[in-house]
């Protein structure tokens, strides 16, 4: 396929992930960004406000309303919007010809799910049941992704916490009961709008736990978990806000199953060197060495295990990029399924940074 064959436009580009997506498209051999839309840096070039590649330079932002009548212009729409904005576009994209691929949580969830998670009603019900939702370690997806008009991109928490679990799951090293999930994110993973909370004095030199018991990524990871065969999982879900930019590390904690022998650590290494065969992002190595460091910049997974026999506990932590394999890598990840191209294009060779 030649390069610049695949017409793209990004709504949301003002956005962490929006920026991060025009940075990994800018690089992209077969996808070439037509349009851009930003209320905030409308009339003005993509690179003198974000550090983007020289591809993307010189795209001069448009307006949200400017962007809605291009739709038909382009092969695939990524949205970096709220949930509540994405519900509305999805709509108008597919009805101008396009596909879309939605970043944030619009169609993530059962429609009845949406009252307690996000705290609205979901008025999109027919088109959210024909939404492809791919986490594609977990989900299989490549095929329903050939000929999806609608992809919905995993949460960033989601992806950390899942896919070490639902390694253990499978394997039938840790009990279904009783599982915990202690996640923490950088600052990034709240999105760019201010607020006194989010600013630089609140933030700094402090750790706190947030939307404790009702955080919308709870029930994500419970229908990850069951999309990867694992069903009628109930777990306790609690969100962290470190105090850097990005990153996350998700440590989770399941009960040892019975029967376990001494070498349950081997054997919970074992599980996660199985799931994580042939998965081209993700890597396994000893749980004291997952790091952000190790994933951020990169659309790597990074996960460890530990199993503690005399306790009957297994720990077991991820890091991620919230900002790349947690959202703008994920969804190029899903996009290249979407066109037949190799899952891994312009994703396998990005480089992290340390320290």
């Known amino acids: 396929m030649s390069q610049a064959q695949i017409k793209v436009g990004i709504v949301g580009v003002s956005g962490y992930s929006g920026m ?10 077969n996808f070439s960004v037509a ?21 993307l330079d010189s795209l001069v ?41 939605d970043l944030s949580g619009g169609f993530r969830l059962a429609a009845a799910d949406y009252p307690r998670w996000y705290g ?4 999109q019900v027919e088109l959210l049941g024909n939404a492809v939702y791919s986490l594609p370690e977990v989900t299989n997806s490549a095929e329903a992704l050939r000929t999806a008009k609608l992809v919905s991109n995993p949460g960033c928490y989601p992806t950390a916490s899942s896919l070490p679990l639902l ?24 999105g760019r709008k201010g607020s006194e909370a989010m600013s630089f004095s609140e933030v700094a030199d402090d750790f706190r ?9 709870t029930p994500e990871i419970e229908r990850i978990l069951a999309l990867g065969g694992v069903p009628d999982i109930k777990l306790t879900f609690t969100a962290h806000l470190l105090p850097v930019r990005r990153g996350i590390l998700a440590t989770t904690y399941g009960r040892l199953a019975d029967g376990a022998g001494a070498d349950a650590t081997k054997a919970a290494e074992a599980a996660l060197q ?20 190790a994933v951020v910049g990169t659309n790597r997974v990074v996960m460890g295990v530990r199993a503690d026999v005399e306790r009957k506990v297994v720990v077991a932590i991820a890091a991620i990029d919230n900002l790349v ?3 703008a890598g994920q969804a190029l990840q899903n996009a290249n399924l979407m066109f037949g191209l190799p899952e891994t294009l312009a994703l396998d060779d990005l480089m992290g940074h340390q320290p």
């Open 325 to 327: 394999k947690g959202a």
């Open 167 to 190: 390694a253990l799951l499978r394997a039938g090293v840790i009990e279904p009961q009783g599982i915990i999930v202690d996640a923490k994110s950088g600052t990034t993973g709240a």
């Open 120 to 123: 609205f009603e979901h008025h």
């Open 61 to 101: 932002c448009a307006t949200q309303e400017e962007g809605q009548t291009r739709f038909g212009d382009v092969q695939v729409v990524f949205l970096c919007t709220p949930p509540e904005v994405s519900i509305d576009l999805a709509p108008k994209i597919l009805a101008a010809g396009a596909r879309a691929v």
């Open 274 to 293: 199985a799931f994580a065969k042939d998965q081209p992002f993700i890597r396994v190595v000893d749980a004291e060495s997952v790091t952000l460091h």
């Open 35 to 55: 349009w851009a839309t930003t209320d905030r840096w409308a009339g003005k070039t993509l690179g003198s406000m974000s550090a983007v590649g020289a591809r």
């Open 20 to 29: 991060e997506l025009a940075r990994l498209l800018s690089r992209h051999p």
């Open 209 to 217: 736990a947030y939307r404790v018991g009702k955080h919308q990524h």
